[in-house]
């Protein structure tokens, strides 16, 4: 395999086939010097020199730097390991030697002893050492083949184009039509390394993007790993806080009562002692003794306040639950923040949160970093014109609802007025037509000249013009198929509600005319009851 990879390193990235005379251009890269001075004849006419590797360009055309020790490292490798395609001389059948020159006459190969006694009349033509002699004369002649018929595209002798088949056919040297295919093939090699080089970028690209994705994943993944502990630890802090107060109540409400038990007991007594007497006297049976005796029942009339021993403090225990229940359900109410904790820890950019879409924001509008406010500015911002901006000052959110009820708030300013609503992603962004309620993919609330307008298809409703405040919410209902608008005034008031069968995802979409508009918190999802 390395030496695989090693062989593809020496081979020239035009010609594909092992350096001939290597030279190098400034940016590094190596090629034939025949290859590339091709190349560079052929850039010669737009007067852009480039490197067909790497691109980069030169103003004027670069100098050729012969790399001695690529052309070392070449040689070496042809000498250890001598091609397939060596051809040994013809006549020497006892001990091969390597050809050096061919007789296309003779259909033989030559050494450099058989060469230096070989005919050298003018029919004896010489050429590269080849195997395939027999393919380099005409089947039908069997002459040397030397022009190539353009009509056919086929390599032709004398005799086919004096006297056959190809006679008054338009006809061209070898060496000429050779040199203008191996032109187009340079043009069409150019095309297809610039595919190679756009490919290798795109590959790069993509990895990097997988990159990113797995370090993403890994943050998210420890992210949630982070919260779950953190809401766990929450909520063993809100039990044990709920458990300690609930026993702190019970001590002190045992006390208490214990407390009144014990003067209780103590009236108790006191009582029995006083009823003893009165009991006595009254089951005396002489008429003359009872009457005898000191009227005892005014003295220890139960209905006299009588409770100086007590203090006048005769405590009852009170009705009702004995726990102070609104402190526990005061505690318990912070397992809503655990809640929305959770909420916000993980939804962070989830399908209920409202994030504006820079992509789509019109270059005269300012996003800012937290994507919640829109600002018309006089400075064009340096974007790029995609087809997915927006012409005018607008901006929709990044991602759209496609089920479920929800609602947030908005804030305008300036005096120009500014609009709110939501739009289909298929909505034009160019033209007058895109404006939010200019047309059938859009829903929108006006607000102008202190007055509200609800628009949708072009038609305009307007609205009372009792404003009072800056701020609006949008609710909507996508499974019911309702979009309104409210005023947040003490109390809020109903503005308009569109009913409307929703067909694609709905997408909250902003119009600045004037100053900014901004987002207020969060969106909400409202459960439905």
Known sequence: MASA??????????????????????????????????????????????CPECREEFRERPALIRNIALRKIMENLLFTQPTKSATCC??????????VRSCLHCEASLCDKHLSAHNKSPEHVLSDPSTSL????????????????????????????????????????????????????INILQKLITKREETKERVRS??????????????????????????????DDLEKKVLSEISMQEKEESLSLSALIHELEIKKDELSRKMRPIEELYNVTDPLTVLQEPDIGDLCDPEESGDE????????????????????????????????????????????????????AANT?????????????????????????????????????????????????GSGGWMVG???????????????????????????????????DRKEIQLSDNISSDRVRICLDYDAGQLSFYELCDPIRHLHTFNVTFSEPLHAALYVCDGSIKILGRSRNVMKT
């Open 309 to 360: 021993d007590t203090g006048g403090h005769d405590k009852q225990p009170h009705d009702g639950d004995d726990l102070d229940v609104a402190v526990l359900s005061d505690r318990l109410y912070t397992l809503c923040d655990v809640i929305t904790g959770i909420r916000s820890g993980i939804y962070v950019e989830g399908p209920a949160d409202i994030l504006l879409d820079v992509n789509t």
């Open 206 to 235: 993509l990895k990097e993007r997988r990159r990113k994705a797995k370090e993403k994943a890994a943050g998210e993944a420890e992210r949630v790993a982070t919260l779950c502990t953190d809401i766990r630890r929450r909520l």
């Open 365 to 413: 509008v300012l996003i800012s970093d937290d994507l919640k406010t829109a600002t018309l500015t006089g400075e064009k911002q340096n974007r790029p014109e995609t087809a997915e901006r927006f012409q005018h000052y607008q901006v929709i959110s990044r991602r759209g609802f496609t089920s479920g009820r929800h609602y947030w708030d908005m804030e305008g300013s």
């Open 90 to 99: 013809t006549y020497c059948v006892d001990s091969p030697e390597l050809a």
């Open 5 to 50: 990879d090693l062989r593809d390193e020496l081979l020239c990235s035009i010609c594909l086939s092992n350096y001939t005379d290597p030279v190098m251009l400034r940016c590094g890269h190596n090629f034939c010097r025949v290859c590339i001075d091709r190349v560079l004849d052929t850039l010669k006419e737009s007067g852009v020199y480039s």
């Open 134 to 185: 027999e393919k380099r004369k005409c089947s039908v002649h069997k002459e040397l083949l030397k022009y190539y018929c353009t009509q056919d595209a086929i390599c032709i002798c004398v005799s086919c184009s004096l006297a056959g088949e190809h006679r008054g056919h338009q006809v061209e040297m070898l060496d000429e039509a050779s040199q203008k295919k191996k032109m187009k093939l």
């Open 422 to 456: 939501m739009c289909y992603p298929s909505i034009d962004r160019r033209g007058k037509q895109s404006l939010i309620g200019n047309n059938n993919k859009s829903w929108s609330l006006l607000y102008i000249h202190n007055q509200y307008l609800v628009i949708h």
